[in-house]
């Protein structure tokens, strides 16, 4: 009968797709010859006699022709169960005797590259029946963690060493000044395609939970390592958002400070002022200023600005500042009584 494929898959002959799969998954992640440096003739023949073994009895023709006429007539020395049928098999007509099968096995990085959802990411090959010759994988894609978990247990990721990694994909995360002095939790629903070991991609949603920390600033990323979509031969994408600061309606900030500006009279400006503020959580403040309010007065009240983001309990300060209106005319009444009051 020739060679037994059923043995070097390590399956009985009754073995079903899945277990096909799993058998071969696992040998070929074992025997592959980047795995292998120090054996890499014994492991190209091995690895060559895994895939071959894969693709005959994963493709159902193939299988039944072996079944019934093992090796020799699978690959062309006596006559097929039936003449005809797709999945890679060729028949052909000598001229003198009957139509033949006769099997081609394919390339087993071919093979490998299809069952691990690559697109071709071997180059230069050449020769027929298989033959490992040219590169494979340049650099070494492989990595031994990724062997291991793969040969084991049929889990772990692509993410060997020559796996280039996808760019990192930014969203702005608007937050508004009170989620930035008090902290809060947002939670981001996404859609990625993530892909199965055969390389068929599916799409998913997610929810992603944000902890928004008091005293972050605009520009703090936050990083969900490989969270983009799945590709072959790629590792995913991070997914990073971005804080970005809405404006509010009262307070702009500038590091650790808060600032507001208070609209005031000249009259005010010269004779005092009280400020009334609701500070972002909720506080009223109120805020006696008996100094003459100049065009650039700021007056400073300590530790009412944001968090600090190493220390929560420490803060910035609020810095009022004052646009006073100026009186568009007066009288000369009223420019007499400035005089006076003013006067030298």
Same mark, same amino acid.
């Given at each position: ?7 070097i ?74 003449a005809?049928?797709p ?23 071919? /093979? ?13 090959? *050449?020769g ?12 070494? +894609? ?11 247990? *049929? ?17 702005? %995360? ?5 989620? +930035? ?26 929810? %992603? ?27 995913p ?19 650790n ?6 609209? /005031? ?14 500070? %972002? ?5 109120? /805020? ?21 983001q ?9 810095r ?8 568009t005319? %007066? ?6 009584g ?5 006067g030298?």
């Amino acid at each position: 009968m020739g060679v037994d494929y059923y043995k070097i898959l390590g399956v009985d002959r009754n073995a079903k797709d899945d277990d096909l799969k799993k058998a071969y998954r696992k040998l070929a992640m074992k025997w592959h010859p980047d795995k292998n440096p120090n054996n890499k003739k014994d492991a190209e023949t091995k690895f060559k006699q895994i895939s071959e073994a894969y693709e005959v009895l994963s493709d159902p023709q193939k299988r039944a022709v072996y079944d019934q006429y093992g090796e020799e007539g699978l690959k062309g020395q006596m006559p097929p169960p039936d003449a005809g049928g797709p999945g890679g098999a060729s028949f052909f007509s000598t001229g003198e005797g009957p139509t033949t099968f006769r099997f081609n096995p394919r390339s087993a990085d071919d /093979i490998f590259a299809e069952f691990f959802g690559f697109s071709h990411p071997f180059g230069g090959m *050449g020769g027929g029946g298989g033959g490992m010759r040219g590169p494979r994988f340049p650099g070494g +894609l492989f990595g031994d963690d990724m062997f291991g978990p793969f040969g084991e247990g *049929g889990g772990g990721s692509m993410g060997g060493g020559g796996a280039r990694k996808a760019p990192p994909i930014e969203n702005k %995360l608007p937050c508004s000044l009170e989620d +930035l002095y008090k902290g809060t939790t947002k939670k981001m629903k996404i859609s990625r395609e993530i892909a199965d070991i055969s390389g068929k991609t599916m799409q998913v949603e997610e929810i %992603l939970t944000i902890d928004v920390k008091p005293g972050w600033k605009k520009g703090t990323k936050i990083t969900f390592p490989e969270k983009g979509n799945e590709q072959p031969n790629v590792i995913p994408a991070d997914l990073v958002f971005v804080i970005d600061e809405k404006p509010h309606s009262v307070f702009t900030r500038d590091g650790n400070d808060l600032i507001v500006t208070q609209k /005031i009279s000249l009259a005010e400006a010269l004779t005092g002022y009280t400020v009334h503020l609701t500070t %972002l959580d909720g506080r009223s403040l109120n /805020i006696p200023i008996n100094n003459v309010i100049h065009p650039t007065y700021e007056e400073i009240v300590p530790r009412e600005g944001m968090p600090l983001q190493k220390d929560p309990s420490k803060r910035g300060n609020l810095r009022i500042k004052f646009n006073i209106r100026f009186p568009t005319r %007066l009288t000369a009444e009223q420019k007499a009584g400035i005089k006076k009051l003013l006067g030298p």
